[in-house]
């Protein structure tokens, strides 16, 4: 099997976290510069196999589209268009920041990592794919 990959983007920093190969377990993978997000997939797939990429759909709670969304758009349709054999799905990214952030609490780091946003960003991403994960089960 391959792995499945998550993406939560933002407009700075992007978020990214992938399963083992029997996606079974998510994990956080990196953060990297939005500007080099796309080169980044590209190498990392070229050394992974990935079986699709799962990216966050950012919306507001009220569900309507927040204003992230249209970069996500372009960012999806230049991937399909560059590499169509590694799919790329929507999914609802709604409170995931929040989430991350109570994780963070609940497992005891300090306020200064806390306030890494980074770290919050792959937390997302992480949470992302084991939201989709449980959706596929």
Not at 19 to 24: A, C, K, N, V
Not at 36 to 61: N, S
Not at 90 to 110: N, P, W
Request: charged fraction near 30%; include cysteine.
């Amino acid at each position: 099997m391959a792995r499945i990959l998550s993406i939560d983007y933002g407009k700075k920093r992007t978020g990214i976290a992938v399963t083992d190969p029997l996606q079974i377990i998510a994990g956080g993978l990196a953060t990297v510069s939005t500007s080099e997000l796309f080169d980044w997939l590209k190498a990392y797939l070229a050394k992974e196999q990935v079986e699709c990429i799962v990216i966050g759909e950012p919306r507001q709670p009220n569900g309507q589209p927040s204003e992230n969304l249209q970069r996500v758009q372009q960012f999806v349709n230049r991937w399909r268009k560059a590499v169509p054999d590694v799919p790329i799905d929507y999914f609802d990214e709604r409170f995931t920041s929040v989430l991350a952030h109570q994780a963070m609490i609940d497992g005891g780091l300090k306020k200064k990592a806390r306030q890494d946003k980074g770290l919050v960003d792959e937390i997302s991403a992480t949470i992302i794919l084991e939201d989709y994960l449980r959706s596929k089960k």
